[in-house]
């Protein structure tokens, strides 16, 4: 499943900057689905950035990244 989500993120991603309303919706709405069918196998990460729409995030995840900026809800990194 993560390299059907990955696809869809890209898609998505690609979308945005092309302004293409219809598609834009449609990968958000399959990044849904594949959420709610997912969560329970998914990595915890990867769900959070989901669930927050972090887009780029999740991709960069499924990438292999490791140094993912720290968004406003924090974590260990992002709290004073």
Not at 12 to 40: C, H, N, T, W, Y
Request: glycine share 12%; net charge positive; charged share 25%.
């Amino acid at each position: 499943m993560e390299s059907q989500i990955k696809v869809a993120l890209i898609s998505l991603l690609e979308a945005i900057k092309r302004s293409d309303g219809p598609v834009i919706a449609a990968e958000m709405a399959r990044l849904d689905a594949f959420l709610d069918q997912g969560r329970g196998s998914l990595h915890p990460q990867l769900v959070h950035f989901m669930e927050n729409r972090s887009y780029a995030k999740a991709l960069m995840f499924l990438g292999g990244e490791s140094d993912i900026p720290v968004g406003v809800c924090g974590g260990r990194a992002g709290r004073k």
